[in-house]
């Protein structure tokens, strides 16, 4: 079974937990995520870069990354950010509120 912890062995942060996401971090990927089915065969993706901004391979990339994809074709960047509370305040205001 793939996690972040085997595919990405020298990530230093713990990845990031948020009810209804699991790791779907994948070694072939520039950093660990975590994914919602949505769907429909939609997907809400986060990315969660390297804590070290030196380790990350775009190295003016901000940390997190959520975007919206089925199957293999992505809608686009939702929010891209350093904060992980705009990423949880995201989550609640476009996922968590739309599902209830």
Known sequence: MRTYKNQFPRYDAE???????YDSSWGNDI????????GNEW???IFCDYLDPKLREEKESTRFFILHQQDNSYEG???MTDSE???????KDNITNKKA
Request: net charge negative.
């Open 15 to 21: 990845l990031l937990k948020i009810d209804g996401f």
């Open 31 to 38: 950093c660990p995520s975590i994914t919602m089915d949505l």
């Open 43 to 45: 997907y809400c993706q």
């Open 77 to 79: 960047a939702k929010l």
């Open 85 to 91: 509370e705009e990423v949880r305040q995201w989550v």
